[in-house]
């Protein structure tokens, strides 16, 4: 989770030129998200989604665990790992979210992780499967049982749809996918391509109509040292690595675009090449559209942490403020559809935990809830 950039007469013609096309062909309808799991996953469901639907929330984000402690897979390796039916998979917190979810008209946006132990030798959930098979064969599983006409065995009940899929979550960001470089050299994008390219293979696997799947899912900046301590990519670096590597298929590259610093609003345009922020949106738009044409862009994670957080917080008033702002700045963009915040309520574990939420730790309303539920 939670670090870019031209003469003046003819210059200021393009611009205006420029931003009256930008807002004539913006997205029709942008997407207003949110992403916390520890509570809309693991939390109060009844307290949560009530409050998500009085915020006119439209889709909420979360991880789905193919492996780990919340992992719908089981300890061993099954034979029937595309029938969503089979014995070793526990979907039960996850019909809860779905269904929860479907009561306030929110869609869900799973971000498929973590590998389970049994398909990567034990080596733990940020390391790829050793045979991508195992995770196509998972994803197909989940999009037939969220395809919005899976019976539930247990009670005969048709769970409702999800439509929007992400392949894994910040893959140049060693905390996400391990290892990012082998001697030397860096990894990540090659491992993370077939990740996609499996993902994807495993939703599109049941041919319902609308489903998308997101692949990049990057962190918003990266050393580009494989030599480091702690390698990690810059998100374009990132994304020539996946297209040199053969990632394809996907209908939308999704990031994480977060400031830099807490002096920094998003339009702040962050110097040098390793940081891909609000105020530099543009620059991932240009070389996605050079790599892989008119992709459309997700931004599933982003928000600003206000006070006691020292080192990232801002003012409760200029985190209302900087929410608003790039909202207004996706909505006119042509290609971003999706825009979701990072996160509902403060963690309780100050100053370790994020303070972006839109309510405080103990659940009191931030100006940023009022403004949230007013964009539109």
């Known amino acids: 989770m939670p670090s870019k950039r031209i003469a003046l007469v003819g210059l200021v013609a ?36 009530q409050i998500l639907g009085d915020l006119r929330t439209k889709v909420v984000r979360m991880n789905m665990h193919w492996g780990g402690p919340l992992g719908v897979a089981g300890p061993d390796r099954t034979t029937r790992a595309t029938d969503p039916n089979d014995g070793q998979y ?49 994803a197909s599983a989940a999009a037939q049982r969220y395809s919005g006409f899976f019976k539930r065995p247990e009670d005969g009940r048709i769970l409702p749809p999800v439509k929007y899929w992400l392949a894994w979550n910040e893959p140049n960001n060693p905390i996400w996918l391990s290892p990012q470089a082998v001697r030397g050299k860096f990894v990540s994008p090659q491992t993370y391509a077939k990740i996609c390219n499996a993902v994807v293979a495993g939703i599109h696997s049941t041919a319902i109509a609308g489903e ?3 692949c990049g899912v990057t962190a918003p900046r990266g050393n580009n040292a494989p030599r480091s301590s702690r390698p990690s990519i810059s998100p374009i670096a990132f994304l020539r690595g996946m297209k040199r590597y053969g990632a394809k298929g996907f209908d939308a590259y999704a990031h994480h675009p977060y400031y830099g610093s807490k002096v920094e609003t998003p339009a702040t345009k962050p110097k040098g090449a390793l940081s891909i922020q609000m105020g530099n949106i543009d620059v991932l738009d240009k070389e996605l ?35 608003r702002q790039a909202w207004t700045k996706a909505k006119k963009h042509p290609r971003i559809d999706m825009f979701t915040w990072f996160m509902l309520k403060d963690d309780t574990n100050i100053p370790v935990g994020w303070q972006s939420g839109l309510m405080t730790s103990r659940w ?13």
């Open 212 to 214: 998308k799947v997101g």
């Open 289 to 323: 559209r050079r790599l892989y044409g008119a992709k459309r862009i997700w931004i599933t994670e982003y928000g600003y942490q206000t006070t006691p957080d020292r080192a990232f917080g801002v003012s409760l008033a200029k985190q209302s403020l900087y929410m």
């Open 90 to 138: 526990d979907w039960s917190i996850y019909d809860r979210a779905v269904t929860y979810a479907a009561q306030y008209r929110i869609q869900i946006v799973f971000s498929i992780v973590n590998t389970p132990a049994w398909a990567n030798n034990g080596r733990g959930l940020r390391v790829a499967p050793t045979k991508m098979n195992d995770l196509t064969e998972f």
């Open 14 to 49: 393009a611009l205006a030129c420029a931003a009256t096309t930008t807002t004539a062909s913006a997205s029709p309808k942008l997407l207003k998200g949110m992403y916390d799991e520890a509570n809309t996953l693991t939390g109060d469901p009844d307290l949560v989604y």
């Open 364 to 376: 009191l309303k931030k100006p940023s809830y009022a403004t949230f539920k007013a964009l539109r």
